[in-house]
Every structure is written in structure tokens, then in C-alpha cells.
């Protein structure tokens, strides 16, 4: 395969611009009321949309950390069908002056077709909304406003935002794919408030995982806020104690085992060996191009396509013309198999080529 | 009948959303509430009545409740209080160590699993009457203004408010002396949630034992001297709406702070009440009249 996989989404040709909803969440005291609410939203935005935009925000103490410029980012998909992005922020002092600083929220709230413009990248979409909105929150903002341009940033080679982080191995992320491949609820320690471990970890799974992940990074954790992944630096015992009996997985990333057995071991087994090898943009490409189906079954021949593809480009003379078989008359299941097959056989001709072009 | 240890091994039904949680679980998996309250309640083998101190961010609610199982655990009015867990005495731990302190207690997350939750057993130590026992949350003011807005998105103070045996309904009486609508329209919201939310047929008003407690009455102090005349006067939406749709309705003045002093901060810092003493009137008085309506 090559060293940076093409997605299957139109890269190439993507809008410039996409408008999104948009809704603040904040504490201010205005004539009509005082304390966190959405204190502005455009008009596009559903009352039940802003419900679950208020039960997912952040309020008084809830970012990790009390620095001024810590910042988190929470992505959820919406029962309505469109997905949030939110990114919080501390903005001064709250106005009661009863300690703590206030947290600003500012959610963006996006259709299935604009997300995928973003490649189903929720921190793509973060860095767009970061980039969109003032520096400085603004802490009393017009109850009304437009709705929200965002600008389809390049992506990096990798398609994401951040570069690999350095701090996850291929186990540690192999197990908490695992995790999370199995549709489990998992808080994750010892990571920092790694932007970059969260991202990696939304864009190795398949695209169409991707958009049902509800996850948080550098938020308290809260069973309120319904997250499955949530990112929460350093261990919390206020967390480990909400967690407690629910069956909720505790991911303490310094001690990560191997993933217990699982149905996407296969599948596990080629992302972890493109890890280990930095072969990252592979990752996230490929999983990228898996829009529809991510079963078990799915992942499994997908997997063993990609390590064909592999496998070929050290075969000998009698292997090759094994694999070449194998694939001669192999029947696709779908556009990223097909793709797939499409690159063995590139890949199978470039390795006939040197064979016979060495002595 | 199982016996108490059996129950406390078998999975646990919330006592406020009576969801099932597994035996381990501390907290409710579905509203957060504690599920201390379940396992204390178990061992008391009786009903516990959950008493819910309801009113706007910033109104005091942490204050008055932190106050008043103070007041109560150091028998005043002839109470009787014995908390049950460590964790009911957290919220009067952090309210009198910060107000010694000369600081307000931080305010109130909106996340239920960072509320502050008090399980009390109360009687009345020299009539020797029976004991209640009282579950009393310290609920988020924005939580219960984004309920009260948009029903079902806080559940658990759904169904904390269609549980309570009584009420106590905070309201800002500085502001509203002030000329300030807004006290009046989130009270009147408010009852009018709970109007709504009881299946009482119309021409039936609601018996829920529901006390108006005029906070910050040190602003203005006439509300000691008549607190339903401050209401019909000043809260004019909510004294209609009580007189109209709640039958078991009373009306009380209350002040924790005896004086105020503002620290202004450098820069961008804002300015920071001070608690210079406390004074407490009245706090007792709302709770008093609730119990004894409790049962009736």
C-alpha cells in the first residue's frame, strides 16, 4: 500500500465553507435569568437539540484543570441526527464571585453530509469552530445569532489535526479500540488532555463508528454527560466513584493490557502493526473509507485483504502467484474491499515486475 | 422477606428514579443520585419523604439547607437530627467552614453527581413523636431552571419534585423588593412545573406541603414583619398563582448574613461579597411548618 492512503470521501473537491447551528452555554446574569443555560443559539437550532446541548455542556468546575487556558472539546451525535461539537473554554471570573472561573461553551451543531465533509473527524471540525469564533469568548453575546461558517481546513497527510501521539503505543490503543469497537462506556487516564490521543483514537475507528462516538477530552467525567469515551487526564477519584459498579471501563493508559479476545481481532491486528510500524495516515485512511458496514465479519475481510496487500510486497515467485489466485476471482462485498483489491493487484503487478526484473 | 444484608447485596432500585443499578454502584446510573440513600433507607426499614429546597442560581439554597441541618443537628427548636452517612453532612460542612471563613460556599455544579445529598432522621426530641426520616438534595438552580424550561432534560429533578412530601421554595426577596420581575417569574415558573407536572385534576389545587421562604429578607426587613403581604405586594404572579392552585401553601422571611462587605479585586477580578457574620432568622421556620404538614 502506499505510504498515504486516498480516502473515499471527496478530499478533493470539498466546499469551502459549511454553516452550522450554533449555541453558547455559559453563566451570566441577564434580566430573564442567571446561571448556566444556553444564553444564545441561532434559530435553526431544535428545542430538542438544545436540550441534549444542555445536558451535555459543561458547568461550574467541569473542565479538568483551573488554569485560564484550558480547554476542552466534547462531540456528540444528536437524537435529531446531526452531530455537536462543542468547545469549552474558561472565561474569567463567574459573576457571583463564588469561586471558580466560568465556563464558556460553544457548540456547533452539524448535518450527517457536512460532518463527513470533515471525514467524520469531530477535531477537524473543533479546530474549524476554534478558528471560527473570537479568541476571547464573548460572555454576553446577542440571544440571536446567524448560524455558524465553518471552513473546511486541509487536512494534514494523516487526515487529522494532530500529529500521531507519541505517548500511546499500539497496544494501549489496539485495547482501547477494543473497547470501544465492543460498545463499551470507557474513561480514560494517564493520556493528558491529549488532543492527539483522542483524535487517534475517534480516527482508527471506521468512519461510520465514528459518528456514533459521544466523547469528551480534558471534561470531568460525568455519567450525566452520557459520554462513551471521555478523556480525562489524570486519575479523578470523583470519577472512579461514579464509574463504580456501572460497568463503565476504567483505561489507565501506563498500565494497558492487550485487548482481551474479541470479534475485531483480526481487524486489531493490522492497526496495531500499522502503528507500530508509523504507518498512522494508513490507519486513518483506511478506516475513513469504512462508511457503512463495521461488523465483525466486515472488519475480518477487510483485514485480511490489507495483510495480503502487505504480504505481497515481500512474496516470492510462488506466493505471489498464490495471492494472485486468490484474488483472480475474489468477490468484493462493498467499495472499500473493492478498493482494497484494486491496490493488491497494483501492488501484485509492481512485485511481478521486480521479480522478473531481477536476476 | 429478605433480610436487610440480602437486600443490600441485591441489586439496588433508585430511591429517587427507581432504576435497577448493580449491587456495587454508588451512584444511579440513570439520575446520579447516591445510592447511599437506598442502602440507609434499607436499614431504617422505613419510607424516607424527600423535602426539596427548590429556587434560582445565586438565590442561597446551598446556604439555607447547609444552615438548616446544621441548626437541626445541633438540636435547635427542640429537633432531633441524626444524620445518616458521612455524606449527609458534607453539605453543612462546606457551608459553615467556608461562611467561618468569611467566604460563600462555591457554587453549585449543574451535574447531578456533584450535588450535595443529606439523609436525615428528625423528630421532636421532648414531645418524643416519631421519627421522619427526610432526604434532602441540593439541587443546582440552573438544573432546575433548565427542568423547569424544557421538561425531561434534568430527569432526576423530575422526579425528585413528583416525590417530594414538601417543598420550600426560595425566592430572592432583595431582588424583589428591588422591583426586579425576575424572582417573581422563575417562582411562578416554577409552581406552575409543579402545577403541571402532578396529576391532580384541575379544579383540584396541590396539598404538597410547599413553603415560600423570602431569602435575603436582611435587605428587606418589613418581609419579618408580614411575609404574605410582601409577597401579595412584591411577588404579585406567585401569590396568584399559590392562592389559585396550592391549597397547603405558607409564607416565611429568612436571612443567614447579618452583614455584608464587598472585596473589590484587581484587574479583571470581580467584586466579592464578603460574609462579614452570620445571623440567622427564620430558617428554621420554614422546615418546622413543612414537618408538621408532612403528615397530615
Given amino acids: 500500500m502506499g505510504a498515504q492512503s486516498p480516502v473515499a470521501l471527496t478530499e478533493a473537491s470539498p466546499p469551502a465553507t459549511v454553516l452550522g447551528d450554533q449555541a453558547i452555554f455559559t ?19 431544535q428545542v430538542d437539540e438544545r436540550r441534549e446541548i444542555t445536558q451535555r455542556s459543561p458547568s461550574h468546575g467541569s473542565l479538568c484543570g483551573e488554569a485560564p487556558d484550558r480547554l476542552a472539546v466534547s462531540v456528540y451525535p444528536l437524537a435529531s441526527g446531526r452531530f455537536c461539537v462543542a468547545h469549552s473554554r474558561h472565561a474569567g471570573f463567574e459573576h457571583t464571585a463564588r469561586g471558580g472561573q466560568r465556563v464558556h461553551t460553544h457548540a456547533v451543531v452539524l448535518t450527517d453530509a457536512d460532518l463527513r ?48 501521539p507519541a505517548d500511546m503505543n499500539a497496544e494501549q490503543i489496539c485495547a482501547l479500540l477494543s473497547l470501544l469497537l465492543a460498545g463499551e462506556r470507557v474513561v480514560v487516564v494517564g493520556a493528558g488532555y491529549s488532543h492527539a490521543a483522542f483524535e487517534w483514537t475517534i480516527m482508527a475507528l471506521p468512519l461510520c463508528a465514528r459518528r456514533t462516538v459521544a466523547g469528551s477530552v480534558g471534561l ?25 459498579g456501572h460497568g463503565i471501563r476504567w483505561f489507565d493508559v501506563a498500565s494497558a493490557q492487550r485487548p482481551e479476545p474479541s470479534a475485531f481481532d483480526s481487524w486489531l491486528e493490522v492497526i496495531g502493526r500499522w502503528w507500530s510500524q ?26 485480511a485483504v490489507c495483510e495480503d496487500i502487505d504480504r505481497v510486497q515481500t512474496a516470492g515467485e510462488a506466493m505471489l502467484a ?17 478498493d482494497l483489491v484494486r491496490r493488491f493487484r497494483e501492488a501484485a503487478d509492481r512485485r511481478a515486475q521486480l521479480l522478473s526484473a531481477s536476476p | 422477606m429478605l433480610s436487610t444484608s440480602e437486600k443490600a447485596s441485591a441489586k439496588t432500585e433508585c430511591l429517587i428514579c427507581e432504576a435497577i443499578n448493580p449491587p456495587k454502584a454508588l451512584l444511579c446510573s440513570t439520575c446520579s443520585a447516591p445510592l447511599a440513600l437506598v442502602h440507609d433507607s434499607l436499614a431504617q426499614e422505613r419510607e424516607p419523604q424527600i423535602v426539596s429546597v427548590i429556587g434560582e442560581s445565586n438565590v442561597g439554597k446551598t446556604v439555607y439547607l447547609g444552615f438548616l441541618l446544621d441548626m437541626l443537628s445541633q438540636r435547635a427548636g427542640d429537633f432531633e437530627a441524626i444524620p445518616k452517612g458521612a455524606y449527609s453532612v458534607d453539605l453543612q460542612q ?13 457554587k453549585t455544579p449543574m451535574e447531578p453527581d456533584e450535588w450535595y445529598w443529606a439523609y436525615y432522621q428528625i423528630r421532636r426530641h421532648s414531645r418524643g413523636s416519631c421519627w421522619v426520616d427526610l432526604v434532602m438534595p441540593d439541587m443546582a438552580g440552573e438544573s432546575l431552571a433548565a427542568e423547569v424550561a424544557t421538561p425531561k432534560t434534568i430527569t432526576v429533578i423530575h422526579n ?60 428587606c426587613p418589613e418581609c419579618f414583619d408580614n411575609p404574605r403581604q410582601f409577597v401579595k405586594a412584591n411577588l404579585n404572579r406567585l401569590w396568584n398563582m399559590c392562592e389559585r392552585r396550592f391549597e397547603n401553601v405558607e409564607f416565611f422571611a429568612c436571612s443567614a448574613v447579618g452583614s455584608l462587605g ?29 414537618l408538621n404538614h408532612l403528615s397530615r
Fill in chain 1, 117 to 164: 465533509r470533515f471525514q467524520c473527524n469531530p477535531l477537524r471540525v473543533h479546530a474549524s469552530l476554534a478558528a471560527a469564533i473570537p479568541d476571547q469568548p464573548v460572555v454576553k453575546p446577542p440571544l440571536r445569532l446567524d448560524p455558524l461558517c465553518l471552513t473546511v481546513s486541509p487536512a494534514s497527510p494523516w487526515g487529522t489535526v494532530t500529529a500521531p
Fill in chain 2, 262 to 290: 464587598y472585596a473589590a479585586g484587581q484587574g479583571e477580578e470581580p467584586v466579592v461579597p464578603i460574609p462579614l457574620h452570620t445571623s440567622l432568622q427564620g430558617v428554621l421556620e420554614p422546615f418546622e411548618w413543612v
Fill in chain 1, 220 to 244: 470531568k467525567f460525568s455519567p450525566g454527560r452520557q459520554m462513551r469515551l471521555t478523556f480525562i487526564g489524570r486519575n479523578q477519584r470523583e470519577a472512579q466513584r461514579a464509574i463504580s
Fill in chain 1, 27 to 45: 453563566s451570566v446574569f441577564s434580566h430573564t435569568g442567571e446561571g448556566y443555560r444556553i444564553v444564545a443559539a441561532s434559530a435553526g437550532l
Fill in chain 1, 322 to 338: 498464490a495471492l494472485v489466485r486468490k484474488y483472480a476471482a475474489f468477490a468484493v462485498a462493498g467499495e472499500p474491499e473493492a
Fill in chain 1, 278 to 303: 508509523r504507518r498512522h495516515g494508513e490507519i486513518s485512511g483506511l478506516a475513513s473509507q469504512i462508511i457503512q458496514d463495521a461488523s465483525p465479519r466486515a472488519l475480518r475481510r477487510i483485514a
Fill in chain 2, 160 to 219: 425528585l419534585l413528583t416525590k417530594s412530601a414538601g417543598m420550600l421554595l426560595l425566592v430572592d426577596a432583595a431582588l424583589a423588593a428591588n422591583g426586579y420581575s425576575q424572582p417573581d417569574f422563575f417562582a411562578l415558573k416554577m409552581m406552575s412545573y409543579i402545577d403541571s407536572m402532578r396529576p391532580a385534576k384541575k379544579a383540584k389545587r396541590i396539598r404538597t406541603p410547599t413553603a415560600v421562604v423570602l431569602c435575603k429578607a436582611d435587605y
Fill in chain 2, 94 to 106: 462546606t457551608v459553615i467552614s467556608h461562611m467561618m471563613h468569611r467566604a460563600f460556599p462555591p
